[in-house]
Nanobody, 125 residues
Framework: QVQLVESGGGLVQTGDSLRLSCAAS????????MGWFRQAPGKEREFVAG????????YYTDSGKGRFTISRDNAKKMVYLQMDSLKPEDTAVYYC??????????????????WGQGTQVTVSS
């Protein structure tokens, strides 16, 4: 079992930065990949970024590439999503997820095994 708890969401303005955090507990954290998804109102949940178990490889969708940075601290059992130059279209609930067998690159929700409860990010124009 893996438990994930996100934090760090909030209301910001266009161009601001925000760092999301996800605390993991349960299974050995360094043994699995982690990722961030987001879901905007009326839209499907979409992959934002992923990171391998070691932190050595990261993956991004075009929407976040160059603006978002995923990182992890295995000693603290934490994964982060640094979001810069935020835009109104980044408004969504952001979810942390764990992939116990993959690389962290999958964009398919069903390939991720555990999810957090989500944290709201709202970017005003």
């Amino acid at each position: 079992q893996v438990q994930l708890v996100e934090s760090g969401g909030g209301l910001v303005q266009t161009g601001d930065s925000l760092r999301l955090s996800c605390a993991a507990s349960g299974r050995t954290f360094s043994g699995y990949a982690m990722g961030w998804f987001r879901q905007a109102p009326g839209k499907e949940r979409e992959f934002v970024a992923g990171i391998s178990w070691s932190g050595g490889t990261t993956y991004y969708t075009d929407s976040g590439k160059g603006r978002f940075t995923i990182s992890r601290d295995n000693a603290k059992k934490m994964v982060y999503l640094q979001m810069d130059s935020l835009k109104p279209e980044d408004t969504a609930v952001y979810y942390c997820a764990a992939d116990l067998i993959g690389s962290g690159s999958s964009t398919k929700m069903y390939e991720w095994h555990y999810w957090g409860q989500g944290t709201q990010v709202t970017v005003s124009s």
